[in-house]
């Protein structure tokens, strides 16, 4: 269909567009773009879209002609914005290393051969990209973790890790927005909260988006809790200029 793009029929209502199988902001940037030229032209036929780190779902309200629909893509794509059609923000997250909320931080400093100070420290100094929404409503997956952190999963995953529990997976690192199961080791705690039905937008951040950790003191941590329990905490956050 297009150069470098795959086209895919996905059930009788959608279409799965790929791209180069790698990730890269480069890419999930370009993805962003040609969903907004999209959903520009397209709104009354597309009912949902969903993105992945290297895809786009786009899902019609009705049955379509697949050839002509991605003769339609095609043209749509060729004219569309090199130039980003979204604001992105880099977020500011609080959060405390305290071994009381990261209680894997102290293992992960052997498993890795760097103190905890120098594990928070390669953790909390990256820009990181917000690639999709995916697992859990609110669970961002995040591109850039420095590859001194890469590390396996756990063998035996917790049943309960905590909400707002940081945590590094293999080459990824990301918060649980709410309890659940899961496989990472856990480093820190967040007292924001990544996905609250009551809010306009669910989940403030979105895929392009990038987010930085800022570490916290355990005092701090428990304020800013208290803050965001009576609504006057407000995320800390920057305009993205390209």
């Not at 961002?140 to 945590?167: D, H, I, M, Q, W």
Request: aromatic share 12%.
């Amino acid at each position: 269909m297009i150069k470098e793009i795959k086209s895919n029929r996905f059930g009788e209502k959608a279409i799965l567009l790929t791209w180069k199988n790698e990730i890269s902001p480069k890419i999930i940037e370009d993805i962003n773009n040609f969903k907004s030229s999209i959903l520009q032209k397209k709104h009354t036929q597309i009912t949902d879209f969903i993105i992945g780190y290297n895809s786009l779902l786009l899902k019609y309200n009705d049955d379509f002609n697949f050839s002509q629909e991605i003769e339609e893509l095609k043209n749509l794509y060729e004219k569309r914005n090199l130039t980003s059609q979204n604001i992105k923000f880099c977020w500011e997250i609080p959060v405390c290393y305290n071994t009381d909320f990261g209680f894997d931080i102290e293992n992960l400093s052997e498993k890795l051969n760097l103190s905890v100070d120098e594990i928070i420290r390669k953790h909390s100094s990256v820009d990181y990209t917000v690639y999709f929404i995916g697992f859990l409503p609110g669970f961002l997956y995040l591109g850039g973790l420095n590859t001194f952190l890469e590390v396996n999963r756990k063998a035996t995953p917790l049943l309960n890790v905590p909400k707002g529990s940081v945590a590094i997976g293999g080459k990824q690192t990301g918060i649980y927005p709410n309890e659940s199961a899961g496989g990472w080791h856990i480093i820190g705690r967040t007292p924001i909260n990544f996905f609250n039905l009551e809010n306009d937008l669910p989940c403030f951040a979105k895929s392009g988006d990038q987010l930085r950790f800022k570490p916290i003191s355990l005092k701090e941590f428990k304020r800013i809790e208290v803050e965001i329990a009576l609504s006057q905490y407000e995320i800390t956050k920057t305009v993205i200029h390209d």
